[in-house]
């Protein structure tokens, strides 16, 4: 199962690895064309290119996803600041529930693993729509049609990402809340002592009458 987990977290830093490898290399090619480009001399070392994109993807989507994460945006989880200035971080938020009811963290990982792959692709949907901008704008020559087309579609796209991202973080935040919560009440408390009494292991332990 642990195994499982890890897979996914990398699957998922390798998707957002490749979106930054899209505008990183939309950049690239804005700035220095792509005449240098030999796609037929490529060919013989297709499987070692395809394993070193692999790796670099990884990298590039955990330094992304760290990156990002550190943006003092309230919408964004385990960053500096929360939807309420009164609560706790997400951060210790999460460590506390990880020390009282480590099923209720795994469950909660899941769902911060799935919003940090929604949150990278809201950031990569924008940079992606400015790099094919200014490319089509540089390489292809500018015309006032295909600017307002593709700029209408940039803003709907990204628009719509940032919106699901947004919505995406709210939901997370409200299920960590009401788990903290629920976790550190103090019913849960009594709960969970009276469950590790010794005199509730007794009773636990106790052969029942047939």
């Not at 989507?61 to 500096?80: C, E, M, N, Q, R």
């Not at 919003?115 to 490319?135: D, E, Q, Y």
């Not at 049609?145 to 995406?168: D, E, H, Y």
């Amino acid at each position: 199962m642990k195994e499982l987990k890890n897979t996914a977290i990398i699957l998922e830093l390798v998707l957002i690895g490749f979106q930054v490898l899209i505008w990183v290399s939309l950049l690239i090619l804005t700035i220095f064309g792509f005449g240098w480009v030999h796609l037929n001399a490529l060919k013989q070392w297709s499987t070692e290119i395809s394993v070193g994109l692999v790796g670099v993807a990884y990298m590039l989507g955990l330094i992304f996803d760290k990156a990002v994460s550190a943006l003092p945006y309230s919408w964004i989880v385990g960053g500096t600041r929360t939807p309420k200035e009164d609560s706790p971080s997400p951060l210790a938020m999460r460590v506390e529930i990880l020390s009282r009811k480590p099923e209720v963290s795994e469950a909660l990982e899941r769902r911060i693993n799935q919003h940090r792959l929604v949150r990278g692709t809201v950031f990569n949907l924008a940079l992606i729509s400015v790099s094919g901008l200014v490319f089509f704008m540089v390489r292809l020559g500018f015309t006032f049609r295909l600017f307002i087309a593709f700029l209408s579609l940039s803003i709907m796209f990204v628009g719509f990402a940032f919106f699901t991202g947004k919505r995406s973080a709210e939901s997370l935040y409200f299920e960590l809340l009401h788990a903290h919560k629920t976790v550190t009440s103090p019913t849960h408390a009594e709960e969970l002592a009276e469950r590790n009494s010794p005199s509730s292991s007794k009773e636990r332990n106790r052969p029942r009458a047939v």
